[in-house]
């Protein structure tokens, strides 16, 4: 009888170290009590006979509590299926491996598994005297698993639910997945998708991204299930696991056909609006050329009509002195000239000849004074000249227009103030200036002073005050007062041009600055500085 049916009989298990293993292995011995994984000796009618501490930590139970006893008093639940692994493994000799176990600790209600290995366990004579039995829980890893199919799920379904088209590859770049956008844009499911597509389509730099665990972004065009190419921007990330390896890729495309359109159209408006702007520039230069000329064209009518006054003058007296130089003759001819008609004669020849040499000379001071300011208004040289005597002069051209208004106009410049400038460019602000002064600072006839004040400004510029004493700007008027085609006048043919001209002059053209001060009722002081040397070729 052996130990086992002895054991039976008796119903006393036998020592597990002297009758089932040879005593002089204590190497087995230690080894079983030490073993990480849960190890169990069942008897052929399926009784524990020898347990470890690390399956009683496992299962939590007390060897007590099992040793001696049958499977089925201590895990009813299990009985049936260990029986009939032991029953199979005492018939055949086969053991039996990776059988998975559910069920509870008997000390808690949570679920557990575990993974079971059986093993028949011989005597020297060959025979089976029993099973071998290895528990391994894998409770934390089921958990694991169940999470990451969870977590795939939620993953599958978030990525489904995007618009875009997304895919996942292995470490090599072989296309495993791809969500229900893609069968949904290009018609055919995802088998049907070569894994390896991706090196052709995104050809070296997928290779490179491969290559170097980079991610990757580019633009492509796929063929839709309509057989149209639309633009699609694809981006590429490399996932690492905890050690910074990688072991796969995602990557989106997302149809760009709309940003694309929209760019095509935002390049058309701008185009547009450049050509726009392009011709706005045109003919704002053309209105300025245009109001450039009108203003000239005031300027010579005034000095034309100052011009005519001492030539008419001159043309009354040269008439007289005709007239008194026929009848002189006609005395003389006749020999009746008198004494007293002699002498009339040559007071009339004094007073004709020093009236018609001070008109004379007042209209060639007003003719040369219109030909120095419409020389430097011709020339767009650099020169050196005396800023006090080119607003005198500039002045002198200004004046013949106040009279018909009742405005005053006052010059105080700074003696032997000499400047390196566009003398040209300097007499069109002035002129500027005055005529916008003229047309709106003084309505409805009202009388007043126009002062021009020029002194030096520090060592290197130059200070120009141009001031009226009129009805000056509202705040909303002063605030765009230099703004092109900004007028209060447009009634009354305004173009607006006038101080958009004065302002670009000084700051562009005489590299000065620009400051305007207004009050309603109080006047307007129009403030220029310039540098007293200009470089060559501002």
Request: a negative charge; charged letters at 20%; one cysteine or more.
């Amino acid at each position: 009888m052996t130990p086992y049916q002895q054991s039976i009989a008796t119903g006393v298990p036998p020592r597990f170290s002297e009758e089932v293993f040879d005593p002089r292995q204590p190497t087995l011995q230690l080894i079983y009590d030490t073993a990480p994984v849960g190890l169990a000796f069942l008897s052929p009618d399926c009784r524990y006979l020898q347990i470890n501490q690390r399956l009683t930590d496992i299962c939590g139970i007390s060897v007590e509590d099992h040793l001696g006893r049958y499977v089925g008093d201590c895990v009813p639940a299990l009985a049936d299926a260990v029986e009939g692994i032991v029953q199979s493994i005492m018939r055949t000799g086969d053991p039996v491996t990776g059988i998975e176990v559910a069920g509870q600790r008997a000390d808690q209600t949570d679920e557990r598994f575990w993974v079971t290995y059986w093993h028949p366990h011989r005597n020297a004579d060959g025979e089976i005297v029993g099973v071998n039995v290895a528990a391994e829980e894998i409770t934390e890893r089921k958990r694991a698993e169940a999470a990451l199919r969870a977590s795939e799920r939620q993953f599958h379904t978030l990525a489904d639910s995007i618009p875009q088209l997304v895919w996942m590859t292995h470490a090599d770049g072989a296309i495993y997945w791809l969500n229900s956008h893609w069968y949904e844009y290009t018609g055919r499911p995802a088998g049907e998708i070569d894994p390896h597509a991706w090196h052709t389509v995104l050809g070296n730099r997928w290779i490179e991204a491969l290559a170097t665990g980079t991610a990757m972004e580019a633009e492509l065009s796929l063929l839709g299930k309509d057989g149209e190419y639309r633009p699609f921007l694809t981006r590429v990330v490399p996932l690492r696991d905890p050690q910074g390896l990688v072991y796969g890729w995602i990557g989106t495309h997302i149809d760009i056909s709309e940003r694309k359109r929209s760019e095509r159209e935002v390049r058309r408006a701008r185009d547009a609006a450049e050509a726009a702007l392009q011709n706005l520039r045109e003919t704002q230069n053309s209105l300025i050329e245009a109001e450039k000329l009108a203003a000239l064209g005031r300027l010579v009518a005034g000095v034309a009509h100052e011009i005519n006054n001492p030539l008419g003058t001159s043309l009354t007296v040269a008439s007289s002195l005709e007239r008194k130089s026929r009848q002189f003759a006609a005395e003389t001819a006749q020999g009746t000239l008198k004494r007293s008609s002699l002498n009339e004669f040559v007071s009339a020849v004094r007073d004709g000849s020093a009236q018609l040499q001070e008109s004379l000379h007042r209209a060639a001071e007003l003719i040369q004074s219109f030909k120095q300011v419409a020389s430097d208004r011709n020339t767009s040289d650099l020169r050196s000249f005396d800023l006090g005597d080119l607003t005198e002069q500039v002045a002198t051209g200004l004046r013949p227009a106040l009279p018909k208004h009742g405005v005053t106009l006052n010059v105080e410049c700074e003696q032997g103030l000499s400047i390196s400038s566009y003398p040209g460019s300097y007499g069109q602000v002035l002129t500027n200036l005055f005529l916008n002064a003229i047309a709106h600072a003084f309505p409805d006839g009202r009388q007043g002073i126009i002062a021009i004040k020029v002194s030096a400004c520090g060592a290197d510029d130059v200070e120009i005050i141009f001031s009226d004493d009129g009805c000056g700007m509202s705040p909303d008027v002063r605030r765009q007062a230099f703004d092109p085609f900004f007028s209060t006048r447009r009634h009354q043919g305004g173009t607006g041009l006038g101080l958009h001209i004065v302002y670009s002059v000084v700051t562009d053209r005489l590299g000065g600055q620009l400051r305007l001060s207004s009050e309603p009722g109080k006047g307007t002081d129009v403030r220029i500085i310039l540098p007293r040397q200009m470089p060559n070729g501002t």
